[in-house]
């Protein structure tokens, strides 16, 4: 693949902005990531400490919104990654299996992938938001490809496919479609449709293939010409589906409905952190916590299947106190723990300021979150992890 295939120069502002509004996650393999996720939440796999992640960030943020070149972007990256022992082969352990094994880490390779990844989904998804803004002009898309006899085939028979703006097709092939992919949607008027005699015609559809998720065991059919883990729209990926669902319990206490009356004290805590009408609310936000890891807040924290529920356990009394234990921690941790029927994952905790009678509020957030109100002796029992932030070193 040419490198000067990747945009260079100052890029769209909706690009920048959009990779600035991802979240983080963690994940040991590619594959322990949801797919919509690694358009929504900046990730890389084995990086799995907040100075290396964050480091690897800060310098795909520099690039974008610099327009660096490869060269440039893993010329300043190397040192940093090596001085921060995340280069060549080392051991590692696997938080899913508890198992060591030798894996690679950072090379020049790897660094290649990171940086053409994230360069062309955030031009994709910042493409994207022009051409909702201006799809009553352009109301159509073009598929088109490289065209130069490196391009999939499949690629190559869904050149000039036009299909409106809103066909549900582009929600699996928005591209890029894969990595190294280097196709784009190409905006189309009805005067520039009807002078080159465009028709909206229906894509050519290659048969499905089964691919198995071998960290989840999950198995999905993929249309041919699509890598696992690129059927999503990054475009449409935004901060709201990042966002963690409700905690399903442990079979003892379920998730409640919520009622009229408790929709207010959800729509309350949403305010508290600036989304202050429905359409915020349900755009969700980015919020910066104490510790400076952002954190996707948006209505999607209280959806399950469709309906508006609480976490298991948790009364909607009880969100003012949720909402103080994140804005105003008096400490935060990261701790590994394995979700009911899930695997291991990487939970920041929140303990909130004790109240008259020493209770405490603590927040576990994941992909899913939870709310627990806890007594000071099991409050003391839950400090577990690593401190990512205290009340006490910050005075």
Same mark, same amino acid.
């Given at each position: 693949?040419? &490198?000067?295939?990747?945009?260079?120069?100052?890029?769209?502002?909706?690009?920048?902005?959009?990779?600035?509004?991802?979240?983080?996650?963690?994940?040991?393999?590619?594959?322990?990531?949801?797919?919509?996720?690694?358009?929504?939440?900046?990730?890389? +796999?084995?990086?799995?400490?907040?100075?290396?992640?964050?480091?690897?960030?800060?310098?795909? &943020?520099?690039?974008?919104?610099?327009?660096?070149?490869?060269?440039?972007?893993?010329?300043?990256?190397?040192?940093?990654?090596?001085?921060?022992?995340?280069?060549?082969?080392?051991?590692?352990?696997?938080?899913?299996?508890?198992?060591?094994?030798? =894996?690679?880490?950072?090379?020049?390779?790897?660094? *290649?992938?990171?940086?053409?990844?994230?360069?062309?989904?955030?031009?994709?998804?910042?493409?994207?938001?022009?051409?909702?803004?201006?799809?009553?002009?352009?109301?159509?898309?073009?598929?088109?490809?490289?065209?130069?006899?490196?391009?999939?085939?499949?690629?190559?028979?869904?050149?000039?496919?036009?299909?409106?703006?809103?066909?549900?097709?582009?929600?699996?092939?928005?591209?890029?479609?894969?990595?190294?992919?280097r196709c784009l949607?190409?905006?189309? $008027?009805?005067?520039?449709?009807?002078?080159?005699?465009?028709?909206?015609?229906?894509?050519?559809?290659?048969?499905?293939?089964?691919?198995?998720?071998?960290?989840?065991?999950?198995i999905q059919s993929?249309?041919?010409?699509?890598?696992?883990?690129? &059927?999503?729209?990054?475009? *449409?990926?935004?901060s709201d589906g990042?966002? !963690?669902?409700?905690?399903?319990?442990?079979?003892? +206490?379920?998730?409640? $409905?919520?009622?009229?009356?408790?929709? *207010?004290?959800?729509?309350?805590?949403?305010?508290?952190?600036?989304?202050?009408?429905?359409?915020?609310?349900?755009?969700?936000?980015?919020?910066?916590?104490?510790?400076?890891? !952002?954190?996707?807040? +948006?209505? /999607?924290?209280?959806?399950?299947?469709?309906?508006?529920?609480?976490?298991?356990?948790?009364?909607? /009394?009880?969100?003012?106190? =949720?909402?103080?234990?994140?804005?105003?921690?008096?400490?935060?941790?990261?701790?590994?723990?394995?979700? *009911?029927?899930?695997?291991?994952?990487?939970?920041?905790?929140?303990?909130?300021?004790?109240?008259?009678?020493?209770?405490?509020?603590?927040?576990?957030?994941?992909?899913?979150?939870?709310?627990?109100?806890? /007594?000071?002796?099991?409050?003391?029992?839950?400090?577990?992890?690593?401190?990512?932030?205290?009340?006490?070193? /910050?005075?």
């Open positions: 693949m040419a &490198d000067d295939a990747i945009p260079v120069g100052l890029p769209p502002r909706e690009a920048v902005e959009w990779f600035r509004a991802k979240g983080f996650v963690f994940g040991f393999s590619w594959q322990d990531v949801e797919r919509e996720e690694h358009g929504r939440a900046f990730t890389v +796999a084995k990086a799995m400490t907040r100075d290396v992640l964050e480091t690897i960030r800060e310098a795909v &943020d520099r690039a974008i919104a610099e327009g660096e070149t490869l060269q440039m972007f893993a010329k300043e990256l190397r040192p940093r990654l090596e001085a921060a022992g995340w280069w060549g082969r080392r051991e590692m352990t696997d938080p899913a299996t508890g198992e060591t094994e030798l =894996v690679q880490l950072g090379s020049p390779r790897r660094l *290649k992938t990171i940086f053409e990844t994230n360069m062309r989904t955030s031009y994709a998804a910042g493409r994207w938001e022009r051409i909702e803004r201006n799809k009553r002009a352009f109301p159509y898309l073009e598929y088109v490809s490289v065209m130069d006899g490196r391009e999939r085939p499949q690629h190559h028979a869904w050149h000039g496919t036009v299909l409106p703006v809103d066909d549900p097709w582009w929600d699996t092939h928005y591209p890029p479609n894969g990595w190294g992919c949607p190409k905006p189309v $008027s009805r005067g520039q449709a009807e002078r080159r005699g465009l028709k909206l015609t229906p894509p050519q559809a290659f048969p499905d293939r089964q691919w198995i998720n071998r960290r989840t065991g999950e993929i249309e041919r010409g699509i890598d696992p883990g690129w &059927d999503y729209h990054v475009g *449409k990926a935004r990042l966002a !963690p669902t409700p905690y399903r319990g442990d079979g003892l +206490a379920a998730m409640s $409905s919520v009622s009229g009356v408790h929709a *207010k004290a959800v729509s309350a805590f949403l305010s508290a952190f600036g989304m202050t009408t429905e359409a915020a609310q349900i755009a969700g936000t980015s919020f910066v916590d104490a510790g400076g890891w !952002p954190i996707a807040i +948006a209505a /999607s924290w209280f959806l399950d299947q469709g309906a508006t529920v609480l976490p298991a356990g948790l009364a909607a /009394s009880g969100l003012v106190d =949720v909402g103080t234990a994140i804005r105003s921690p008096a400490e935060i941790r990261w701790l590994w723990i394995a979700a *009911k029927d899930g695997p291991v994952q990487l939970v920041r905790r929140y303990f909130g300021p004790a109240d008259a009678a020493g209770n405490v509020m603590v927040v576990d957030i994941a992909r899913w979150w939870r709310a627990r109100r806890v /007594s000071a002796d099991r409050a003391a029992m839950m400090r577990k992890g690593i401190v990512a932030w205290s009340s006490n070193d /910050s005075r």
